[in-house]
Nanobody, 121 residues
Framework: QVQLVESAGGLVQAGGSLRLSCAAS????????MGWYRQAPGRQRELVAS???????NYADPVKGRITISRDNAKNMVYLQMNSRKPDDTADYYC???????????????WGQGTQVTVSA
């Protein structure tokens, strides 16, 4: 089994900052792309940012310049530094990873349980 566990989100004022982390654990042989998605009430889940194992990053247009994604391959962790928060950033944030399992040697896509981030005006 593979588990992705996000750190707690929370309440942040507009203009403030928040850092999320996500730890992957379990029968992991390797991890390729990791990413963060978010889902606001009444909206579809959308990509926020992604990062390859080699460190190449991709950001959604609404968050470019305000968010930085990074990872620690040795610790199987991915981070999301969010600055200049806006009320529109309020959503549940989900960690995602492409993981090769050590036991069955197959690749799978896994999700964390999500963490709520609320940005107050």
């Amino acid at each position: 089994q593979v588990q992705l566990v996000e750190s707690a989100g929370g309440l942040v004022q507009a203009g403030g900052s928040l850092r999320l982390s996500c730890a992957a654990s379990g029968r992991i042989l390797g991890i390729n792309a990791m990413g963060w998605y978010r889902q606001a009430p009444g909206r579809q889940r959308e990509l926020v940012a992604s990062i390859t194992r080699s460190g190449s990053t991709n950001y959604a247009d609404p968050v470019k310049g305000r968010i930085t994604i990074s990872r620690d391959n040795a610790k199987n962790m991915v981070y999301l530094q969010m600055n200049s928060r806006k009320p529109d950033d309020t959503a549940d944030y989900y960690c995602n990873a492409d993981v090769r399992r050590r036991d069955v040697l197959t690749w799978g896509n896994y999700w964390g349980q999500g963490t709520q981030v609320t940005v107050s005006a």
